[in-house]
């Protein structure tokens, strides 16, 4: 009986219409004893059986659902399970708060799309967000109602696997994209039961991990985190992101989890976010590895009082977090306020109001791998398509060509173009390229298919097969790159080069004369310098997801002229990185007419191999007229420019205007130049378009002297062009 009372207290306290949100939190909070509080604290993964691929509870874990010990689980996934352990939380546990279920939703549940990265080559937010938005009607119907992305590190370093996941390299592009993110994975209405808590990461400056190592420590000034690493988290927060999650490393000492700068004064205080954080994998429980406490409880003490607020995995906030209190070394307010962060996710969910809404089994069949979301995912696929090289318009392919040899491993797998954090994805939905091909020529042109060596083998006695197939046919496509256990999380390289002999092999391929296009499949820019010089065509295709081969041959056959750009820099060797377009000057630039003492190597090219933004079309495009309407800005003003974009080819096609700053004298060093805005145009042949902008001069702030963000008087230099390096200039004042 008491059991029914306390749950008809329950919710005669949460829905009552007149309580605002706050109130609705405080009056479960009022309720909980100090072990329920710690319970919403805490995370923990399903087990997963390897042999069936089930995910279910770890024992004991559904005994602790119904004490109210566990307010999350990750890895649960299927509305039967999570409908189940829900029943649990809901209706067995004293209070009945409904779970919260999480999950690495980061380019797709079932239905893949392309990896982040590639995504971000589009340079379209629209596109961006509705991947997210198909992304998260799939999986909330398989019951996931929150997802561990977007990852918004900004990655200056390609040897780091995790690149993959995110936009690159520029932090105003990578703020774009994750505010794209967040709005398309939680919607207009978190309440909706198509919708998802996105989670930004992982906070913050886990990108510039040294040597590009996965894990590994960051040492990095607090203007260049605040300038480059933290603006992609801080435009998270302004889309209503609905939770972080710290980073595993530490920056200057201090590990991401027990940064009180970061978590205490920057998120909370500065930017008046409440958003919840969560832990990565027992990030608190390296704590003791890192060397910043004895032992766990300690560990569980410092990050608690950093304000993290759900502890995933490291099991310190369940042992030791009420003790602590109890004993009275660490203020309950701590709890208090990370469960308030807590409960306000999961009523804006929706779970106070119906805790089954994600758990609908005739949704769930009738929206997973839905033949919608595989249309979305091959129009995001075509927009992610970077066209690096085409000398003498060799592509798109002539249709009156009668035969293509098609090579290399890549190019018949349904696995690799899923690429890393594929989720559920599977291979048998996958379209792999040799297929994308033939389903689109049919019996017209005959394809003839060799796999010539391994991507990571030494082995080349298949040469001969390839240059055989390449010899009986009119052109030859050639698939290199990266398996997709090459890029992401703990998957870091020493070197960029293509893996095994694939390098070997398109040169022997290169001998017999015939044209030849190489298609990139790979997580992360490589070195491809051989290639570059030698090969007319080259295609960076990324990973792609289950629409990879349709995609790649609708763009070979000019069915969608390529306008993907760069939004990484390639370098032609290791000893280039880190290497990206928005550095510093430095008191002595180089001087190519007499580089002596100035910066530059003795032994190698200082330019990338692709610059950041670059990326070519099958027609052309010139830039002319760069007109200020005015050369003296106020702050607060807009600078308004113009500038003829002009299509001088024989396709119709879309071209990405990219606008760039440089202040050319401040109280600090700023960047040779730095993305500050960008417009995906669409032109017809011949056609001229007057691209207009007008640029907040907010965006013209920066961290000053005193690292205050503010703006200073001054001239700046304007440049617009179609990528970082080919821009026209003018110059402007900003004025008092």
């Known amino acids: 009986m008491k059991k029914y009372l306390l749950l008809f207290f329950v919710s005669t306290y949460v829905f009552a219409q007149n309580k605002t949100l706050e109130q609705k939190v405080d009056s479960v909070l009022a309720l909980m004893t100090l072990e329920e509080k710690v319970g919403q604290l805490v995370q923990y993964s399903a087990g997963w059986d390897t042999g069936t691929k089930t995910r279910e509870p770890k024992e004991g874990h559904e005994e602790l659902i119904r004490q109210g010990k566990i307010g999350s689980f990750l890895n649960i996934i299927g509305v039967e399970q999570t409908r189940r352990l829900q029943k649990i939380a809901v209706e067995k546990s004293r209070l009945g708060i409904p779970l919260i279920f999480g999950l690495d939703v980061i380019h797709g549940y079932k239905t893949t799309f392309p990896i982040p990265l590639a995504e971000a080559c589009s340079w379209n937010p629209d596109l961006v967000e509705l991947s997210a938005r198909v992304q998260a009607i799939e999986a909330s119907a398989a019951g996931v109602n929150w997802t561990f992305s977007p990852m918004v590190d900004i990655a200056r370093d390609p040897r780091w696997g995790r690149i993959m996941e995110g936009s690159g390299e520029d932090p105003y592009l990578g703020s774009v994209m994750a505010a794209a993110r967040v709005k398309g994975y939680q919607g207009k209405n978190l309440k909706d039961d198509n919708t998802i808590l996105a989670c930004a990461k992982h906070f913050a400056g886990y990108g510039a991990v040294e040597g590009g190592k996965d894990y590994n420590t960051v040492d990095i000034s607090e203007r260049t985190l605040r300038e480059i690493y933290l603006p992609p988290f801080k435009a998270a927060v302004d889309a209503g992101v609905g939770s972080l999650m710290s980073a595993f490393t530490e920056i200057g000492g201090v590990p991401s989890s027990a940064n009180k700068l970061l978590l205490t004064q920057i998120l909370r205080n500065e930017w008046h976010s409440d958003a919840f954080v969560l832990t990565d994998w ?31 995995e490291s099991n310190g906030y369940h042992l030791y977090l009420a003790e602590l209190v109890k004993e009275g070394k660490v203020d309950i307010k701590y709890i208090d306020d990370a469960v308030r962060r807590i409960l306000k996710a999961k009523f804006k969910l929706g779970l106070f109001d119906d805790p089954y809404k994600y758990c609908n089994p005739e949704r769930e069949v009738k929206v997973t791998l ?42 018949a797998s349904k696995e690799d173009p899923l690429g890393p954090w594929a989720q559920q994805g599977i291979p048998e939905t996958v379209v792999s390229i040799l297929e994308g091909l033939k389903n689109k020529v049919g019996n017209r042109i005959k394809i003839n298919y060799a796999e010539g060596c391994k991507v990571d083998s030494e082995d080349k006695s298949r040469f001969e097969e390839a240059i055989d197939a390449v010899n009986r046919s009119d052109v030859a496509i050639v698939v290199i790159g990266e398996t997709r256990d090459m890029s ?23 001998k017999t004369g015939k044209p030849v296009i190489a298609i990139l499949m790979n997580g992360r820019p490589l070195t491809i310098n051989w290639v570059s010089e030698n090969i007319p065509a080259i295609i960076e295709s990324w990973y792609l997801g289950c629409e990879h081969g349709s995609a790649i041959a609708d763009l070979l056959f000019g069915d969608f002229v390529p306008s993907g750009k760069l939004t990484v820099t390639f370098p032609k060797g290791v000893g280039q990185i880190p290497l990206y377009y928005n550095h510093k000057n430095t008191g002595r630039p180089y001087n190519p007419e007499n580089p002596r003492f100035t910066s530059y190597y003795i032994d190698f090219s200082l330019e990338p191999l692709y610059p950041f933004g670059y990326g070519l079309s099958y027609t052309t495009f010139e830039y002319s007229n760069l007109k200020l309407k005015t050369e003296k800005i106020k702050a607060g003003d807009f600078v308004k420019f113009s500038v003829d974009v002009t299509n001088t080819g024989k396709y119709e096609a879309k071209e990405i205007v990219q606008v760039y700053i440089r202040d050319l004298v401040a109280s600090v060093t700023r960047p040779v130049k730095e993305l500050k805005d960008f417009k995906k ?11 207009e902008f007008e640029l907040p001069t907010e965006r013209l702030k920066f961290f000053d002297i005193n690292m205050n963000y503010s703006l200073e008087p001054g001239r700046f230099k304007l440049m617009v062009g179609p990528n970082s390096k080919d821009l026209l200039e003018t110059e402007f004042e900003l004025i008092n």
């Open 282 to 312: 027992n990030t608190i429980g390296e704590f003791l590895v890192h060397g910043i406490a004895h032992d766990l409880k300690e560990a569980t003490k410092i990050a608690i009082e950093a304000s993290i607020d759900m502890d995933m």
């Open 488 to 510: 992401g999380e703990a998957h870091s390289r020493a070197t960029l080069d293509l893996p095994g002999v694939q390098e070997e092999l398109i040169k022997e391929i290169h």
């Open 370 to 411: 839905g033949e919608d979301l595989r249309r979305a995912a091959k129009q995001v696929a075509l927009e992610s398509v970077v066209l690096l090289k085409n000398e003498n318009n060799l592509l798109p392919l002539n249709e009156n060509i009668k035969s293509i040899a098609v090579i290399g491993e890549l190019a």
């Open 681 to 691: 145009i669409n032109l017809k042949p011949g056609e001229t378009k007057t691209v």
